[in-house]
């Protein structure tokens, strides 16, 4: 299980780059991740399984933890016995414990609301980070060793100023496209057996107890092994209100994006 309190570090890190890939392993009978098949979907019906001082583990849920450098859900729990905010999901070993501002009871069922502006701004951002990986990765540079929601760093790199323009142009042309996000699970051995270096290198930063991987796939932009929650297609990401490039210390280049609110 990774540790996102500590993000903001800057070394290179597998487990961040290839987002929730301990999710693939599996999830408890406890924990349900409804956000893995639908990533629209935001009211669900559960049962409390395991409860403490202001928080409840459901045996199904669509609150998205946080992981994989993309940010937990907000929403509410309603219940026979009133409503309860919830203020952040954290996946604990195979379970997500959602923290509230109440206790619920065990056996309690509840009717799960998940704040949707929240998490759409999040996965479109989530989204668009795969996708200017992708472009960057056409271009044949050396992979990022760090990204989270609005920037990716390379080290070393060749990029300049103009290659992330291009990269801007052909992004914002791609959410014109509206291009499809497709999301599938590989068997490792498969992914090895596909003589894909990118992938296979990948893969040998994974635990080997990892037996299957989940793709995501932005049309033929980018592709990448992620757990997170993401768009259907690239209309959905919206187009860049800003890209540039910083020169960073010791031949660090950071790529940093923001995108239009609507
Ligand atoms: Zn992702």
Redesign the pocket.
Known sequence: MRDNASRSSSPPDSAKLI?GFDDVQGVSVNSLPLYADDSHLTEFDATVVKAGPRFVVLDRTAFYPDS?GQPSDIGILRHSGGVALVSKAVKRGLEIFHYLDADIPVGTAVHGVVDWPTRNWNMRR?SAE?LVTGLIEALVEPPKVFSDLEKLEYQPSSLTAEMVKDVGRRFDEIVDEDALVRIYYEDRAKINASGDPRKISFLQKIPRSVNRLRI?DIGPYAS?F?F?T?VKSTSEIGHLAELHLEDAKKGKKVVHFRLKIA
């Open positions: 987002h994989g989530h795969h995501v990448t992620c997170g993401h």
